[in-house]
C-alpha cells in the first residue's frame, strides 16, 4: 500500500511539473485562453485547459470550447477532397478547370493546366494574396486575368497561397453540388460524431463558442458577433473560394482526433474514413509527383516538418490569423499526436513554427513522446 501511495504521489508530481511548464509558456505568450492535448497510442495521455473564453464574463475554456483553427482547416477540407478522389470524382492531376467551368490557366503559360495536386502543394503558381471577396472565381483567375497569378511555371515553384487552398472549396461544391459545410459534415463530421463547422453559427452549442482575443488579452470580436456574421449556405462555388482557406471551428479534442484518424492510416474508433495508402499519399513528398518539380515542404494540404523531432519527419498543420495559434501535429511512428490552439496570444514564429507551438510540442514530446 505505501509502495502504491509512493508512485501515485510520484505520477501527480510529475504530472504537476508539466502543468506548471504548460502554463509557464501560456503566460509567456499572453494567452488569452487555449488547450493543448496529447494523444499516445491511439489514448489521449494530457489535457490541460488555459484562461478564457471570455475573459470579461470569467469563463473558463474547457473541453467543450470551440476554437477557429485558421489554416489548419486546409488539412481537413483536404481529406474530403481525397475522400472524392477516392470515389473518381475528382483526379488530383487533372486540370480544375474541367471542374470550375471556365479556363483557369497562368496567363504567363497558358498552354500549362493547373492541378489539384498543385493547389494542395501551394505550387499552382497563385499568388499569396487571400481575403478577396465579392468578385467571382473566373473574374480573379480565368484567363483574362493576371494580377494574382506569379510569373512562374505552375508546379515548378513552392509559394504558399491562401486562395490557391480556397479553390478546394469551389471544386467541392462544383463536384458535389453540395454547400461546403454540408458536404464537409457528412463525409468527416458526422461519422466521427463531431460537432465540427465552417461557421460558427453552424455549431449546435452555441455557448462554446470562443470570443477571439488580441495579443494583448484585448478582446478583438465577440463570439456572438462571430455568430451573427452572414453565412450563405446556398452552392456557390464562383464565390466560395474563401470558405476552405481558414474558417473551421472545432473543439481542441476533436481537432485532436483528426489527427489521431492520419496518424492511424485514416481509421478513428472503428470508423475508416480514409484509406491508408491515401493518407500515405497526403503525407508523402510530392516533388516528381503529376507535373510538380518544386521542392514543398507539403505533401497534400500535409505539412512536412524535420524541424520538430530530431531525426523524424512530423506532418500535420498550423494555423495562425491575428494573435489565434493553431497546431496539429502527428508523428506515426512512435503513434504521438499533438494539438494546441488558442483564442489569442502573442503570436510569433520560431523556423517556420508558431514560437508558442514550439516550445509546447517540446515539452510535450520531452514528457509523453519519447520512448
Given at each position: 500500500?505505501?509502495?502504491?501511495?509512493?508512485?501515485?504521489?510520484?505520477?501527480?508530481?510529475?504530472?504537476?511539473?508539466?502543468?506548471?511548464?504548460?502554463?509557464?509558456?501560456?503566460?509567456a505568450h499572453k494567452t488569452t485562453g487555449g488547450t493543448v492535448l496529447v494523444a499516445k497510442?491511439?489514448?489521449?495521455?494530457?489535457?490541460?485547459?488555459?484562461?478564457?473564453?471570455?475573459?470579461?464574463?470569467?469563463?473558463?475554456?474547457?473541453?467543450?470550447?470551440?476554437?477557429?483553427?485558421?489554416?489548419?482547416?486546409?488539412?481537413?477540407?483536404?481529406?474530403?477532397?481525397?475522400?472524392?478522389?477516392?470515389?473518381?470524382?475528382?483526379?488530383?492531376?487533372?486540370?480544375?478547370?474541367?471542374?470550375?467551368?471556365?479556363?483557369?490557366?497562368?496567363?504567363?503559360?497558358?498552354?500549362?493546366?493547373?492541378?489539384?495536386?498543385?493547389?494542395?502543394?501551394?505550387?499552382?503558381?497563385?499568388?499569396?494574396?487571400?481575403?478577396?471577396?465579392?468578385?467571382?472565381?473566373?473574374?480573379?483567375?480565368?484567363?483574362?486575368?493576371?494580377?494574382?497569378?506569379?510569373?512562374?511555371?505552375?508546379?515548378?515553384?513552392?509559394?504558399?497561397?491562401?486562395?490557391?487552398?480556397?479553390?478546394?472549396?469551389?471544386?467541392?461544391?462544383?463536384?458535389?453540388?453540395?454547400?461546403?459545410?454540408?458536404?464537409?459534415?457528412?463525409?468527416?463530421?458526422?461519422?466521427?460524431?463531431?460537432?465540427?463547422?465552417?461557421?460558427?453559427?453552424?455549431?449546435?452549442?452555441?455557448?462554446?463558442?470562443?470570443?477571439?482575443?488580441?495579443?494583448?488579452?484585448?478582446?478583438?470580436?465577440?463570439?456572438?458577433?462571430?455568430?451573427?456574421?452572414?453565412?450563405?449556405?446556398?452552392?456557390?462555388?464562383?464565390?466560395?473560394?474563401?470558405?476552405?482557406?481558414?474558417?473551421?471551428?472545432?473543439?481542441?479534442?476533436?481537432?485532436l482526433r483528426i489527427g489521431m484518424l492520419m496518424c492511424n492510416g485514416g481509421t478513428l474508433?472503428?470508423?475508416?474514413?480514409?484509406?491508408?495508402?491515401?493518407?500515405?499519399?497526403m503525407m508523402a513528398d510530392q516533388q516528381g509527383k503529376g507535373s510538380i518539380t518544386a521542392?514543398?515542404?507539403?505533401?497534400?494540404?500535409?505539412?512536412?516538418?524535420?524541424?520538430?523531432?530530431?531525426?523524424?519527419?512530423?506532418?500535420?498543420?498550423?494555423?495562425?490569423?491575428?494573435?489565434?495559434?493553431?497546431?496539429?501535429?502527428?508523428?506515426?511512428?512512435?503513434?504521438?499526436?499533438?494539438?494546441?490552439?488558442?483564442?489569442?496570444?502573442?503570436?510569433?514564429?520560431?523556423?517556420?513554427?508558431?514560437?508558442?507551438?514550439?516550445?509546447?510540442?517540446?515539452?510535450?514530446?520531452?514528457?509523453?513522446?519519447?520512448?
Amino acid at each position: 500500500m505505501l509502495a502504491f501511495l509512493l508512485l501515485f504521489s510520484a505520477a501527480a508530481a510529475e504530472s504537476e511539473d508539466v502543468d506548471t511548464q504548460a502554463e509557464k509558456i501560456f503566460r509567456a505568450h499572453k494567452t488569452t485562453g487555449g488547450t493543448v492535448l496529447v494523444a499516445k497510442d491511439g489514448e489521449i495521455v494530457y489535457r490541460m485547459n488555459y484562461g478564457f473564453m471570455n475573459k470579461k464574463q470569467q469563463i473558463p475554456v474547457d473541453d467543450s470550447t470551440h476554437f477557429r483553427v485558421a489554416s489548419v482547416t486546409k488539412m481537413v477540407s483536404a481529406m474530403y477532397v481525397m475522400q472524392l478522389a477516392e470515389q473518381s470524382l475528382v483526379d488530383l492531376d487533372a486540370d480544375v478547370s474541367d471542374y470550375l467551368g471556365f479556363s483557369m490557366r497562368n496567363p504567363h503559360y497558358k498552354d500549362t493546366p493547373i492541378t489539384l495536386r498543385m493547389l494542395m502543394t501551394h505550387t499552382a503558381s497563385i499568388s499569396r494574396k487571400s481575403g478577396i471577396r465579392g468578385r467571382t472565381l473566373e473574374s480573379l483567375l480565368g484567363t483574362k486575368s493576371a494580377s494574382l497569378y506569379l510569373d512562374a511555371m505552375p508546379g515548378r515553384k513552392y509559394v504558399y497561397s491562401n486562395l490557391g487552398a480556397g479553390i478546394m472549396g469551389s471544386i467541392i461544391e462544383s463536384v458535389t453540388g453540395k454547400n461546403i459545410n454540408d458536404a464537409v459534415t457528412e463525409g468527416i463530421f458526422q461519422p466521427l460524431q463531431m460537432d465540427a463547422a465552417y461557421h460558427p453559427s453552424l455549431i449546435q452549442d452555441q455557448d462554446s463558442i470562443t470570443n477571439v482575443y488580441d495579443n494583448n488579452c484585448t478582446l478583438k470580436t465577440a463570439a456572438q458577433k462571430l455568430i451573427e456574421e452572414e453565412w450563405d449556405d446556398g452552392v456557390d462555388p464562383a464565390h466560395h473560394y474563401n470558405i476552405t482557406v481558414g474558417s473551421l471551428w472545432i473543439t481542441g479534442e476533436d481537432l485532436l482526433r483528426i489527427g489521431m484518424l492520419m496518424c492511424n492510416g485514416g481509421t478513428l474508433d472503428g470508423v475508416r474514413l480514409l484509406q491508408e495508402d491515401t493518407v500515405a499519399e497526403m503525407m508523402a513528398d510530392q516533388q516528381g509527383k503529376g507535373s510538380i518539380t518544386a521542392d514543398t515542404p507539403y505533401g497534400l494540404c500535409v505539412n512536412r516538418n524535420d524541424t520538430l523531432i530530431e531525426d523524424r519527419m512530423v506532418y500535420g498543420h498550423q494555423g495562425i490569423s491575428g494573435a489565434i495559434a493553431a497546431n496539429v501535429y502527428y508523428e506515426p511512428e512512435s503513434r504521438f499526436v499533438f494539438v494546441l490552439i488558442t483564442n489569442g496570444c502573442k503570436n510569433g514564429m520560431n523556423n517556420r513554427v508558431c514560437a508558442i507551438s514550439r516550445k509546447m510540442f517540446t515539452l510535450m514530446w520531452e514528457n509523453f513522446g519519447e520512448e
